[in-house]
């Protein structure tokens, strides 16, 4: 009986693992064509005219939070030690998430809204740009709140990954790149946040993570062998 007990474990720690990597591979690649799609802003009416292609790429970029949430849950498990650092992770890239989410809510749903509503030019535009711009530096602070969680999230994660041999050793010596390179962006004062520049950051990560989620895969199905 108990070692009936320890395979259900076994098989559920397995299946777990394979759906943390599965939900980060499609989260991944969700955020990956929300970056391809993500439309230029310009005036409120240009904004206003492009209203659809605003709405539907950050829908979808808010749409794969949660699978990046179960799948960093996944990968916080799979890298588990005595300590249970990887959890401080986890609820570190929560953080994050939450002000991708609001950045995404900010940029897809209200702006375009905002703008439909007010491009016609029935209120001065000297009342419209201060409020514009204040919606700006909210969406300024939760890209940096979002930079900032993943990368230490990554930087947790990867030194785990390279010190306890959980993963590919490669993965973790990747994922703290990444950050190396971010970090010295910032102290070159490289804008990470206008749309070329937070592209570029995003495809990195996307990368590292949808290597993260395809690794879980493959040791989940080692781990049933």
Request: aromatic share 12%.
């Amino acid at each position: 009986m108990f070692k009936t007990s320890l395979l259900n474990d076994k098989l559920m720690e397995t299946q777990f693992r394979k759906s943390a990597g599965i939900c980060l591979t499609i989260g991944a690649v969700l955020a990956t064509l929300t970056m391809a799609m993500h439309p230029v802003g310009g005036s409120l009416a240009d904004i206003a005219h492009m209203k659809s292609a605003f709405t539907f790429s950050h829908g979808m970029a808010i749409f794969c939070l949660p699978f990046m949430a179960f799948g960093f849950w996944g990968l916080s498990t799979a890298l588990t030690t005595n300590s249970k650092v990887s959890f401080l992770a986890f609820s570190i890239i929560c953080f994050g998430l939450v002000a991708a989410m609001i950045a995404g809510t900010i940029n897809g749903l209200v702006l375009p809204s905002f703008a439909s509503k007010y491009a016609s030019g029935s209120v001065d535009g000297s009342i419209l740009h201060p409020i514009r711009v204040y919606g700006n530096f909210i969406n300024l602070s939760m890209d940096y709140i979002f930079i900032g969680a993943i990368s230490l999230s990554i930087i947790i994660w990867s030194y785990l990954i390279v010190t306890k041999k959980k993963l590919a050793a490669w993965l973790g010596y990747y994922g703290l790149l990444i950050v190396l390179g971010t970090t010295t962006a910032l102290l070159l004062k490289l804008n990470f946040t206008s749309v070329i520049g937070f592209s570029i950051y995003t495809f990195c990560v996307v990368s590292w993570i949808i290597a993260s989620g395809v690794l879980l895969i493959i040791s989940s199905k080692k781990n049933n062998s």
